[in-house]
């Protein structure tokens, strides 16, 4: 992924040095860089505006290049790891961990049998102190 990444961008630099004498305004993989790189692609060396079809192919490139870039970012998430581990101690027979972390179907389940009996319950405890339950979509932004 990050060679493609590269890659794309190697190529989009070339293309856009080609046909502007501005195209060392881009430093690296910035939401900036990408900007300033759209800004110079639209004129060739000599002033003179370019092709519509040239515009929109920068264009094209410049997009899949910053949603490649957004792509890239490590998903934190918005659970806290304090709060879940608190959660498991005091309701976790009720299964509000499972809903807080975001397993609604196990949140349900453990909440019917009381928190598996007061096995799983333990089982929560222990996992989340471990950093092996994690919630369902990224991670915990505070650890």
């Given at each position: 992924m990050k060679v493609r990444f590269i890659l794309t961008l190697f190529v989009f630099s070339l293309l856009t040095a080609i046909s502007s004498s501005e195209a060392h305004a881009i430093s690296g993989p910035s939401k900036q860089g990408m900007h300033q790189?759209?800004?110079t692609a639209t004129t060739a060396e000599g002033g003179q505006a370019l092709s519509k079809k040239a515009v929109r192919k920068a264009n094209r490139l410049n997009k899949k290049i910053q949603k490649q870039f957004d792509n890239s970012k490590p998903n934190r998430g918005d659970?806290?790891?304090?709060?879940?581990i608190v959660l498991?101690?005091?309701f976790g027979l009720l299964g509000v961990d499972r809903f807080y972390l975001g397993y609604i179907f196990l949140g349900?389940?453990?909440?019917?049998?009381?928190?598996g009996f007061g096995v799983w319950y333990l089982i929560d405890i222990i996992?989340?102190?471990a950093n092996s339950l994690r919630p369902k979509h990224g991670e915990y932004y505070d650890h």
């Open positions: 790189v759209h800004a659970r806290s790891f304090i709060v879940a498991s101690i005091f349900i389940l453990k909440l019917i049998t009381l928190g996992l989340i102190a």
